[in-house]
Nanobody, 124 residues
Framework: QVQLVESGGGLVHAGGSLRLSCAAS????????VGWFRQTPGKEREFVTA????????YYADSVKGRFTISRDTAKNTAYLQMNSLKPEDTAVYYC?????????????????WGQGTQVTVSS
């Protein structure tokens, strides 16, 4: 129905930047909320940020406010996560997700479709 393909993860030094992409196929993002989550071993999947496709409203976890920016390109049907001033504690597998809602949601259960995850590693 909806397939999400992520790219842009990698290794970066503390203070550096990465830009993650989430390209959708199968259906349009026009009626979906798109979110980014992250997960480290032994922890539950953690909400990072989300954006409403229509209207462009966004919300951020306190841990990333002022450093991360979510955006979307309707022509490319792609969402992005710009990560600046990266810290070692940002190291995680990052997942793109989409849900059939116009509301911002922070719970994993609110999202129906998930990308494969991309590793982000921030070294000291």
């Amino acid at each position: 129905q909806v397939q999400l393909v992520e790219s842009g993860g990698g290794l970066v030094h503390a203070g550096g930047s990465l830009r993650l992409s989430c390209a959708a196929s199968g259906r349009s993002f026009s009626t979906y909320v798109v979110g980014w989550f992250r997960q480290t071993p032994g922890k539950e999947r953690e909400f990072v940020t989300a954006i409403t496709w229509s209207g462009g409203r966004s919300y951020y976890a306190d841990s990333v406010k002022g450093r991360f920016t979510i955006s979307r390109d309707t022509a490319k049907n792609t969402a992005y996560l710009q990560m600046n001033s990266l810290k070692p504690e940002d190291t995680a597998v990052y997942y793109c997700a989409a849900g059939p809602s116009v509301r911002i949601a922070t719970r994993v259960a609110a999202y129906d479709y998930w990308g494969q995850g991309t590793q982000v590693t921030v070294s000291s």
